[in-house]
């Protein structure tokens, strides 16, 4: 029975326990009987970041970041065998919940460092283990399976299939222990897949390990499912045919269309497999539309046989099943993948765990063809393999009484859509163990999930949450769970959720420093930077920016201050502020103006975000007496004077707004500083101090100047409850009145953090839409430490400017670097891309600015390809004087050759799919996209890049879908074309000190984006010309 309504309540945590020892080399050794312990090892790891997409390891997909542990490295041997296995004890620094948990592994991998975070991250002790071979390739056993030709390296084998998992436990325990002064309280066992085969393992054979297990998907009968994995790649070799995927796509639908019903709901579900008896012939000869293409087709007999025999398993020629199929509405692709070529031509693709388990366990040559396997030989083939592994691999054994005896609990949860594990295996255990022991839910509970895939990926429905508070409730508790709770991206008719808005994500910096305000001499002497904006919305939009940042569009200083000489946060460009007949617009237009480009750009779905200027006022509309100390420039916590009275221009009245909006006046007791003297005139930089208000600087702010709470003008005391009350009603006022999808947030480094939290998790709400409001901050400080940190106070709301990847480019475009291999080392990018907003230029960094870093015309084309096209690569941002040209001392023209657009284009078209990186040469690097069937028909990307004088070429695998293609040079600066050859690849060139981006010439919109440009804009640059303009 499976449930996805209902929600177990939290266990109160252990308190936590302090360290009994210090996080070092110093801790004992653990005694591992059997074993050897040759090492130990232990070291503070701080701010670790991951981000886990996806279910994992029965952990919901989540970002983390700010993780502090003791990782603690323990390698040992068996004595005799030659082994060495690697294990590591991640050990939360404070917050421990008193429990330790072993962590399972996927595939061929016993374990995986990265998957302990999400368990430190909740309080756990946990620990894994490599089981002595590497883990970087979970499909294939290759590179461990074989001591040589015809020798199976048993040793590792038994690390691999028991042995390990029982010595992680007994040293992790230990180690534990030895960190905290006390044992832990109880031990848990969590696993999907290999890892919830390696959970029934430790049921069976080493039953006092675990107080309690999640054994997930388990691979257990590994001797026989694992060959009959691949027996859909033999079908289809065997019956010389290989339908496409979108035709395979196509028998599932028709499945769940035919089977839905069954279970008594309509939710777009195969419930009750069991009772569909839909058969694929049905089908043949009737259209189906392919989504690849969005072609006709139509259904054909061979594809109804080899679905019919996939759906049945391996079976001999006299009916005898050695084993089960995978069941009707389950994903085709991971154990029937087949390719598609340009000739239409479709080939099938080995699974490989599979088959590495026939080429390296059974014929025991790693280079052994499988595909030549025959419908006579496969019987035998998994005849073999039950009788050479099943000992050592099978975990079969139905047998729990030592378990059960044990007083532990097991939680095995099994999608019915299992796109690797054939669901009926799990069912046939269950019933063994049911057939030995009539109470067996006394300790162990099998769930089937309805339209879930393996470890909850590939299917449509509700995944399992968090199945280890249910096991804990049941261990610590006593109350047995009933259900299992669940939630789904899918909607109840199983189509999809709307796509994420991260997904290519980008960001348009929608002005430049030294843009002048509109006048008589502009192509449109009325427009305001608010109708130029709305003008080249169509094409921002047809590019794919999905976010605008506009300049502060608040009233400063002047009708010619960009903004951030702020005066008042409420009046947007409405009132004559000073009452003094001065314009009521600000630089950037009228607030009519404003309004009316934020509908527009919520009616193309761009969200629009505000550039926020929190730290300070200007242009105050009076002075009067206060109280300061006069402090030291270069270290603000030095006081050069005793408390005195001063006269400060610090009253903010705002006559022409009157209490419109808000009621709110400021006083200098709403400030923390200021830097003028008015009674002395002197200038300086003066703490405001005095009754009724905070007589300090904010702590939580940089230490530069040991302390940079004050930046300029009159700065604000955001401690105030009346300062923060008034900011905090004008952000859900202005959200809401421009329907805005996010703040770009001055000057971070010079308030208050804990008032930047608060205040983003106020406006931290759902927009119109029902996207998260986007926040990005800048903290100007190239350390990421540093900016991982502000992160982490802001409790993952906040995005950060990448400000070392700018510096980086700056000192690559100047010569200062040149190891192109190490261009992303160092960046925030590299260490948490999820929370980095990469740019290559922007006002700050323009020439003649204070924080000017300007990057050479010549690099500027390869630092916008690498923020742009990677994978993982961040929130890029694009600047408007990239894109324009800017104005100013030191004006430039449009960069990239004016093909900017182009590279933006590339992303959100071409730039999807699995990357392969070619980060090889000191002076030309190069990656591929391999693109995704939903995105342009498949197309891909190859980019290759150099700075060197002398052209050069790269060599790349771009996809075998891509086979005979000719692609070409999206920017147009390589004239030739590059032929895709019969293994996938291509060798594409690129000149001197400059990038290629090729995609198929034939690749939906190529011809259309390889001639668009951005309209040139008037004489002033506020205004687009409209003769270029779109109706």
């Known amino acids: 029975m499976f ?175 030895s960190f905290y002064g006390s044992a832990p309280k109880y031990a848990y066992w969590q696993g999907c897949s290999t890892g919830g085969r390696q959970g029934l393992m430790e049921a069976q054979m080493y039953p006092d390990d675990y107080d309690g297990i999640v054994a997930s998907a388990p691979a257990i009968n590994w001797n026989d499912f694992t060959p009959a994995q691949q027996w859909p790649y033999t079908v289809m070799n065997n019956e010389h045919y290989s339908p496409p995927q979108c035709e395979f796509d196509a028998v599932n639908a028709a499945a769940v269309a035919a089977c839905d019903h069954l279970d008594g709901l309509q939710d777009g579900i195969i419930g009750a497999p069991g009772l569909c008896k839909f058969d694929p012939s049905e089908l043949v000869g009737k259209n189906y539309t392919c989504h690849t293409d969005g072609s006709t087709r139509r259904f054909s007999s061979q594809t109804a046989t080899v679905v019919k025999k996939i759906w049945q398993g391996p079976t001999a020629a006299n009916g005898t099943a050695f084993w089960y199929g995978i069941l009707p509405g389950t994903n085709f692709s991971s154990l029937a993948p087949t390719e598609t070529f340009t000739n239409g031509s479709t080939v099938a693709e080995p699974f490989g765990i599979s088959d590495s388990w026939f080429r390296d366990f059974l014929f025991k040559d790693a280079n052994y063809n499988t595909s030549n396997i025959t419908y006579a030989e496969f019987p035998s083939l998994i005849h073999q393999s039950h009788v050479e592994y099943d000992a050592v691999m099978g975990t079969m054994d139905a047998n729990l009484s030592a378990f059960k005896a044990s007083g532990a609990k097991m939680i095995t949860w099994q999608g019915l859509a299992d796109n690797l594990i054939m669901p009926n295996g799990t069912i046939e255990y269950f019933e063994r163990v049911k057939a030995l022991d009539s109470n067996v839910t006394d300790f162990y509970r099998v769930f089937f999930a309805p339209g879930v895939g393996h470890c909850g990926g590939g299917g449509t429905g509700p995944i399992p949450d968090d199945t280890l508070m249910a096991l804990r409730k049941w261990v610590e508790n006593g109350t047995a769970p009933q259900v299992l709770p669940g939630s789904s991206g899918f909607r109840v008719n199983g189509t999809p959720k709307d796509p994420k808005p991260e997904d290519n994500r980008t960001l348009f910096q929608a002005f430049e420093w030294y843009l002048p305000p509109s006048s008589s001499d502009s192509a449109l002497p009325n427009a305001s930077h608010y109708d130029t904006l709305t003008a080249l919305l169509p094409h921002l939009s047809a590019l794919g920016i999905s976010h605008i940042w506009i300049p502060p569009g608040c009233k400063a200083t002047s009708v010619h201050d960009n903004g951030y000489g702020i005066y008042d946060l409420w009046d947007l460009g409405e009132f004559d502020a000073k009452k003094n007949g001065k314009p009521s617009r600000t630089k950037w237009g009228h607030k009519e103006e404003l309004e009316a480009f934020c509908a527009k750009a919520k009616d193309m779905g ?426």
């Open 3 to 177: 449930c996805p309504w209902i929600i177990f309540g939290a266990i109160p945590w252990v308190n936590a326990l302090p360290s009994a020892a210090p996080c070092a080399n110093s801790l004992p050794k653990p005694n591992v009987p059997g074993a050897i312990v040759t090492s130990l090892t232990a070291s503070v790891v701080d701010n670790y970041a991951i981000n886990i997409t996806g279910e994992s390891n029965n952990w919901p997909g989540q970002n983390i970041t700010g993780l502090s542990f003791c990782q603690v490295n323990v390698s040992l041997t068996h004595p005799g065998t030659g082994d060495h296995v690697n294990n590591q004890v991640w050990l939360p620094l404070t917050g421990w919940n008193g429990i330790f948990l072993g962590v399972g592994g996927g595939g061929y991998v016993a374990g995986s460092w990265s998957s302990l975070a999400p368990a430190v991250e909740r309080g756990y002790a946990a620990v894994s283990t490599d089981a002595g071979h590497a883990q970087n390739n979970s499909g294939d056993a290759t590179s461990w399976a074989l001591i040589s030709q015809g020798d199976v390296n048993q040793n590792l084998l038994l690390d691999f299939a028991s042995r390990s998992v029982h010595d992680m436990t007994v040293l992790g325990k230990a180690v534990t222990a």
């Open 606 to 1031: 761009i969200d629009v975000l505000w550039d926020a200027v929190l730290n300070h006022k200007a242009s105050p509309d009076g002075k009067e007496v206060s109280w300061g100390v006069k402090v030291d420039s270069h270290d603000r916590t030095k006081a050069l004077t005793k408390p005195y009275e001063l006269e400060t221009w610090t009253k903010f009245t705002f006559p022409g707004r009157g209490t419109k909006y808000s009621d709110m006046k400021y006083n200098w007791k709403h400030f923390s500083g200021v830097d003028y003297d008015s009674r002395t005139k002197d200038h300086g930089i003066f703490k405001l101090v005095g009754e009724g208000k905070r007589s300090d600087w904010a702590h939580d702010v940089s230490k530069e100047l040991g302390n940079y709470d004050y930046l300029m003008f009159a700065d604000l005391d955001h401690s105030h409850a009346a300062v923060q009350e008034d900011i905090f009603n004008w952000g859900t006022w202005i959200t809401s009145l421009l329907n805005l999808g996010g703040f770009r947030l001055d000057a971070i480094k010079h308030y208050s953090l804990s008032f930047l939290a608060d205040f983003l998790a106020h406006l931290d709400t759902k927009s119109l839409r029902g996207k998260k409001l986007f926040f990005v901050g800048e903290y100007w400080d190239s350390d990421v430490d540093t900016l991982s940190s502000v992160i982490r106070r802001c409790h993952g709301r906040l995005n950060l400017f990448d400000v070392q990847l700018v510096y980086t480019f700056s000192d690559f475009s100047k010569g200062r670097k040149h190891d192109l291999r190490t261009i992303l080392d160092g960046t925030l990018v590299q260490k948490d891309h999820t929370h980095a907003v990469t740019f290559v230029a922007n006002h700050d960094t323009q020439e003649t600015q204070s924080l000017a870093a300007p990057v050479e015309e010549w690099f500027v084309p390869l630092a916008y390809a690498l923020i742009l096209l990677r994978h993982n690569g961040g929130t890029p941002c694009v600047f408007w004087g990239d894109v324009f040209g800017n104005h100013g001392p030191r004006p430039r023209l449009p960069s990239c050759g004016g093909k900017l657009a182009r590279l933006v284009a590339a992303r959100k078209l071409y730039a999807h799919g699995p990357q392969r990186d070619y980060l090889d040469l000191e002076d030309c690097i190069g990656w591929t996209r391999l693109g995704h069937k939903s995105r342009a028909n498949g197309a891909g990307l190859a980019v290759v890049m150099t700075n060197s004088w002398d052209r050069r070429s790269k060599r790349m695998f771009v996809g075998h879908r891509h086979i005979g293609e000719r692609w070409r040079d999206i920017l147009g600066w390589e004239d030739r074309e590059v032929v895709i050859d019969s293994k996938g690849f291509g060798t594409f060139p690129v000149g001197h000190r400059s990038v290629g981006v090729w995609t198929h010439d034939k690749a939906p919109d190529f011809d259309r984006i390889t001639r668009f440009t951005f309209p040139r804009l008037g004489h002033s640059a506020a205004a687009p010309d409209p003769r270029v303009l779109p109706a």
